[in-house]
């Protein structure tokens, strides 16, 4: 029964999300604040339709309920629980119910906290939501139906893909849809305009929290998703400019420059058309992301399924929302007001070049993307595009990105003063010279461009530090005047603050762990011994595990330094008995931000087993930047000004209930 | 009273749904609402702080305030138009939440849904029914025995509940106990037996042996004491025993009697013996202690239903593992191997008839009410 | 300035910016990505030493050697087979006769040093450019996709 009602659940969902979209929109064309009132009870009860369904799913995979197909093929009665539950988004159907499922959760919020929208936007920004969830669950419930039956049921389940059975995948995939499906919020914004034919700095204003919402998550989730290919996948790599990944990558590059240009408009009423443009482009590559890895065009552990009617239903959604948004685009940009004017020299310049930079940036991503797939399409031929592409294309592009961020908040609005910008930055200055001057003598001038890596980090550490320091005038005033300073600043400061610190923290990450990783690949016996660095890594010997649905063997090593033991790590080689496949499960120790990373090969019959160890230098900071820099999204989120809602105490759907 | 349920939530959800477009509809729409107005005047107010902290300096502030000032003074655009289609838009609105949209819903569910089927967990289907009423019944008796173990009646009421469940070693403490309290008959004796049989995953030991023997003293007519026999019989590798036993049995069988097809199905499958364990491994088994005949069983069964994946053309081989499956008391995986069956031989539909027959004859897949 | 030198200023900004983005995609695409070869291809055509391929086939039957890390095998589509050298560990599901993809370059003695070796993510799953890379040289058989078990539920 549980199951039925969810089905039932989902299919009202679909019923209530045409109701959605055509009625608002209706009301907002012919002017009808009755139709246009709808808008709010029924983005929330929608998400209250697609939560239960949810659920019902949930609960199925949670009993194991095997008269449901999709608990067939993705579960199995001795998964742990955490991975019955993950095993739920862990397949093409759940995932895009868990996709619709934060869809209407975005929905629903700005229902229900969107108190200070003027009635008509509100309607328009929730139709064209409700559109979206039409759309994906026509989608659900024709090609990709998780409620579908089976009967007679069978005993056993076909169990998760063991690589995706990870506390990761229980993590990895909601965040990252929370920052895709984000970014649907910022696009109806958009197309709401559009329809409206209006747009003013008040727009910008009311987009931000949206836009910085679903950033913070994108930043979190891409990250997740890189620490979990780094130690899932047993490579040591980080990032693999995976197509899948790009995808996720994309979205990010551009929401990072709609966020900065959305504070041009709300500022100074300028950039409009551009940030709507920019609004459009976000979303239009999140569905792209979906359709990469969803119609399997792509084959990567995250394409669950190679389905054609699949692919050509998101092709189908994907030509009908980036055609008919562009088109709506074409039509009406030239009749939106353009305002704001400043000199090439500004706070507002230097967001333009950011955002000129993290655009074409994301251009050569989306080239590298889709260029084999082009090629393959036209030609025949086949072409990959990996790192060797991307660091000869992104990596150009993100210097002078990089080089100009701490400029920025120093610059005035309107008309800003470059040199007194490089006189507050002389400390960031000196220490980008004593970082290259430190490097030259010690490593060499072999090692400069890992120097000129290394500056540019601190670079753009110190320079977010001046930043802030300048603001509450740290040492040119009396300690109390520069606390009660501090503490005025309003929190969107501070997460500024954070958020370029945070990508200085990423970009040292990355460069201290690309340069100075140790690779050792070699032949163990139990007894003997490595060296890496100071430590010495001996292999004690082999263990049988088994769990869940997995048996394998273990390896046990001891590091040990100057005579003492400091850690012992456990690699395992497992073989998953249900899908009859082997999987490598590296084991990782920390010392301080850096990280040993031991990998198993085969053990052979004598006892010898070929090992990889790395050891990644300061590798944790890359995760670790991109943690500051969502912390500083959420700061920036909670500052008054920008928090969602209307100053007076009104509450979810007050539009219905105030008679 | 399941499927009642179901329809009258799945009603209410809808009414739900219809609800939350109609109550909109239905009232006049409020006033308040946010406007860009209010933006722009918090954006004066802040401007107005930050100057105060010396975050901006004066002439910024100045200037920031008059072009704030201006975008406030515009006419707003973004309120909406006072009231528009009225009735007419009423209306469309009260068609699409009361008709179009549960037609909507109840049209794609009817077309997709499978309102029939009921939720089945994996734990109401392994070997304990979750029949409450059975699992109280069961509670309720055992309890009544708690408190009172003399009571033989109740033993021999749980017997037969434990042995369809599965619960063998119950079952047979069960029968032990009513022989003991209520005496030795025939029927009882058998049951035993059969228990003991069924405990041993199919193969009639020594201890049912003698179970059988005592309930054939009793009553030499006793057909369940005599089936078991010929099995006993058939176990010990004596193919021409066996083949007489069993047709001993059958001659002397009622037509009707439930178990005459499976003592056919014996009988022709000692007359022609299938490609399987050979009378020496039958021997062997007979010396062994009841774990190891249970544990070379399951190792034959799985061996079987592993050729037969592999293999799937071999009918013969299908009826085998589905008799072997039942006669251990594993329906679920008959009815298991018959669906992965299904799926091998689903190009050929001739060898899958059989397969279906063979799987009806011993009665596995029986639809579940 | 005036509204139009600022106007210009900008457009002249963005023409820099996208001028070195299509600049650099082009430069790149000559030289950072790698061609898809079948051994049939490298065998007729060698290429030249420091072109980056990625060879696809089967990993020939008998052909794997190894020496601690170092190991040595053949790719092979059915009608010419290119010796391979990797060093490092091979991935879970590498095995003689399944479809892997090598990338890395062809030396001057005509191995293939890869640095880079895929296998199949799964036991019934070859990679695409394999499939059609054994397409081409005829030596595909449909039946091989299926050496997996069967999968033990009723569906797929």
Redesign the interface.
């Known amino acids: 029964?549980?199951?039925?009602?969810g089905?039932?659940?989902l299919?009202?969902a679909?019923?209530?999300s045409?109701?959605g979209a055509?009625?608002p929109l209706?009301?907002?064309l012919?002017?009808?604040?009755?139709?246009?009132?709808?808008a709010?009870?029924?983005s929330?009860?929608l998400f209250a339709?697609v939560a239960?369904s949810f659920a019902a799913l949930t609960h199925?995979y949670l009993?194991?309920?095997?008269?449901v197909?999709n608990v067939?093929?993705n579960s199995h009665?001795m998964k742990p629980l955490i991975f019955k539950i993950s095993g739920v988004w862990g397949n093409h159907e759940g995932s895009m119910l868990l996709w619709v499922l934060i869809l209407a959760l975005f929905g629903a919020l700005v229902a229900a906290f969107?108190?200070?929208?003027?009635?008509?936007?509100?309607a328009l920004v929730l139709a064209v939501q409700s559109m979206i969830g039409t759309a994906f669950l026509l989608f659900i419930?024709t090609t990709s139906?998780p409620?579908?039956?089976?009967?007679?049921?069978?005993?056993?389940?076909?169990d998760l893909?063991p690589?995706l059975q990870d506390i990761g995948l229980a993590i990895h995939p909601p965040l990252l849809y929370l920052g895709y499906v984000g970014c649907s919020i910022s696009f109806a914004f958009a197309i709401a305009a559009l329809i409206?034919g209006?747009i003013?700095?008040?727009?910008a204003?009311?987009v931000r929290p949206w836009t910085l919402t679903a950033w913070i998550f994108l930043t979190l989730g891409i990250a997740m998703g890189s620490y979990w290919a780094y130690y899932e996948l047993?490579w040591g790599g980080w990032w693999f400019w995976d197509p899948v990944e790009n995808a996720s990558f994309m979205p990010w590059l551009a929401a990072t420059a709609l966020l900065h240009s959305a504070v041009v408009m709300e500022k100074r009423?300028a950039l409009k058309v551009w940030t709507i443009l920019l609004a459009i482009l976000t979303f239009s590559l999140s569905l792209l992301g979906t359709f990469l890895v969803r119609s399997g065009v792509l084959?990567s552990?995250h394409a669950f399924a190679t389905d054609p009617t699949r692919g050509i239903f998101i092709l189908i959604i994907l030509c009908l929302f980036i055609g008919g948004s562009f088109s709506l685009f074409a039509l009406r940009a030239g009749t939106l007001a353009q305002g704001g004017?400043?000199?090439?020299i500004s706070r507002e310049?230097s967001l333009?070049?950011n955002n000129?930079?993290l655009t074409?940036?994301c251009?050569?991503v989306l080239?590298?993307t889709l260029?084999?797939l082009a090629l393959e399409a036209l030609t025949g031929?086949?072409?990959?595009?990996?790192a060797?592409?991307?660091?000869?294309?992104f990596g150009?592009?993100m210097v002078p990105l990089l080089i100009a961020v701490p400029f920025g908040p120093f610059l005035?609005?309107k008309r800003g003063d470059l040199l007194a910008a490089c006189q507050r930055l002389f400390a960031a200055f000196a220490a980008v010279l004593l970082t290259i001057g430190v490097g030259l003598v010690f490593a060499g001038p072999s090692k400069a461009l890992t120097f000129f890596g290394i500056a540019l980090a601190v670079w753009l550490l110190v320079g977010s530090l001046s930043e802030f320091a300048f603001?509450i005038k740290l040492f040119r005033a009396p300690l109390g005047e520069s606390f009660r300073?501090a503490r005025?600043?309003p929190r969107a400061a501070f997460g500024m603050t954070l958020a370029h610190g945070g990508l200085g923290l990423t970009v040292l990450g990355i460069i201290a762990s690309t340069t100075w990783n140790t690779e050792t690949?070699?032949?163990m016996k139990p007894g003997e011994s490595v060296t890496i660095g100071s430590r010495i890594v001996t292999l004690d010997g082999f263990l049988p595990v088994s769990g869940g649905t997995y048996s394998g063997t273990a390896a046990r090593f001891t590091v040990r330094e100057g005579g003492t033991t400091v850690a012992t790590l456990a690699p395992e080689k497992r073989l998953y008995q249900?899908?009859?496949?082997?999987?490598?499960e590296s084991a990782i120790h920390s010392f301080g931000l850096s990280q040993l990373y031991i990998?198993l090969?085969d053990v052979k019959a004598d006892g010898t087993t070929?090992v990889?160890i790395y050891f990644k230098v300061m590798i944790l900071l890359i995760w670790l930047g991109a943690i500051v820099m969502a912390l500083g999204g959420a700061l920036s989120l909670s500052d008054r000004?920008l928090r969602v809602g209307?100053?007076k105490p009104?509450r979810a759907g007050?539009?219905?209930?105030?008679? | 009273m399941e499927p009642m349920l179901q329809w009258i939530l799945m009603a209410a959800m809808t009414a739900v749904a219809s609800l939350a477009v109609l109550v909109p509809l239905g009232r006049r729409p409020a006033d308040a609402e946010g406007s860009a107005r209010s933006i722009y005047r918090d954006q004066l107010n802040e401007l107005e702080l930050e100057r105060e902290r010396g975050l901006i300096g004066e002439r910024e502030a100045e200037a920031a305030r008059i072009e704030l000032s201006r975008r406030l003074l515009r006419p707003d655009a973004t309120r909406s138009t006072a009231e528009g289609g009225g009735r007419r838009a009423v209306i469309a609105g009260f068609i699409v939440a009361a008709i179009l949209l549960p037609a909507i819903a109840l049209g794609t569910y009817l077309s997709l849904g499978s309102p029939a089927t009921p939720d089945q967990p994996l734990a109401s289907r392994s070997t304990v029914s979750a029949d409450a009423d059975i699992a109280t019944l069961i509670g309720k008796v055992e309890q009544h025995l708690r408190d009172d173990p003399g009571a033989g009646a109740g033993w021999e009421l749980l017997g037969p509940v434990y042995l369809k469940l599965g619960r063998f070693d119950d079952a047979v403490r069960a029968y032990g106990n009513a022989i003991r309290i209520l005496g030795s008959t025939a029927d009882r004796e058998a049951l035993l037996g059969e228990a003991l049989t069924s405990q041993a995953g199919g193969l009639v030991t020594s201890d049912a042996k003698a179970a059988f023997d005592r309930a054939l003293r009793l009553d030499s007519k006793n057909d369940r004491a005599a089936f078991y026999e010929a099995v006993a019989v058939g176990q010990t590798g004596d193919k021409d025993a066996a083949i007489a036993a069993w047709k001993t049995l059958i001659a002397g069988a009622p037509a009707d009697a439930p178990w005459l097809p499976v003592a056919q199905a014996e009988l022709r499958r000692v007359e022609n013996p299938a490609p399987g364990p050979n009378a020496a491994d039958m021997a062997a088994a007979a010396g062994q202690s009841a774990g190891e005949q249970q544990a070379m069983i399951e190792g034959m069964v799985s061996g079987l239903a592993a050729r037969l994946d592999g293999a799937p053309e071999d009918v013969d081989g299908w009826a085998r593992l589905f008799r072997a499956y039942m006669v251990l008391g594993k329906p679920d995986e008959a009815t298991a191997a018959l669906a992965r069956a299904r799926t091998a031989l689903a190009g050929k539909p001739d060898l899958l008839a059989q397969v279906e027959k063979a799987a009806a004859d011993n009665g596995v897949g029986a639809p579940k009410p | 300035m005036t509204r139009k030198q600022r106007r210009l200023t900008l457009i002249g900004l963005a023409g820099i910016v996208l001028a070195s983005a299509v600049g650099l995609i082009l430069f790149a695409l000559s030289d950072g990505i790698a061609f898809f070869a079948t051994p049939s291809e490298i065998a007729a055509n060698p290429p030249a030493p420091d072109r980056r391929l990625r060879l696809g086939g089967l990993v020939e039957t008998g052909s794997v050697v190894k020496d601690g890390p170092k190991i040595s095998f053949a790719v092979t589509d059915g009608k010419a087979a290119v010796p391979v050298r990797y060093t490092g560990m091979l991935p879970d599901l590498f095995r003689e006769g399944q479809g892997v993809v090598a990338e890395g370059k062809v030396d001057a003695a005509g191995n293939f040093q890869a640095d880079t070796i895929l296998a199949k993510h799964d036991e019934t799953y070859m990679p695409k450019e394999v499939v059609e890379a054994l397409k081409k040289s005829g030596e595909w058989r449909p039946e091989a996709e299926a050496t997996g078990p069967e999968p033990k539920s009723v569906t797929r």
């Open positions: 029964m549980i199951v039925e009602l089905h039932y659940a299919v009202l679909l019923a209530l045409i109701a055509a009625l209706c009301g907002a012919v002017g009808d604040r009755r139709l246009m009132a709808i709010s009870p029924v929330i009860a339709f239960a199925a009993v194991s309920d095997f008269s197909r067939v093929e009665s969107g108190n200070n929208l003027p009635m008509r936007l509100k419930l139906n409620f579908l039956r089976l009967v007679p049921a069978p005993v056993e389940g076909n893909n690589v409206d209006r003013d700095a008040a727009w204003r009311w047993g009423d084959t552990v004017l400043f000199a090439p310049g333009v070049l000129l930079l074409a940036a251009a050569t080239v590298g260029y084999p031929e086949k072409i990959s595009v990996g060797p592409f991307f660091d000869m294309t150009p592009l005035a609005w603001r300073r005025g600043l690949i070699t032949t249900v899908q009859n496949m082997p999987t490598t990998s090969g070929v990889r000004r209307a100053p009104a007050a539009a219905v209930a105030a008679e």
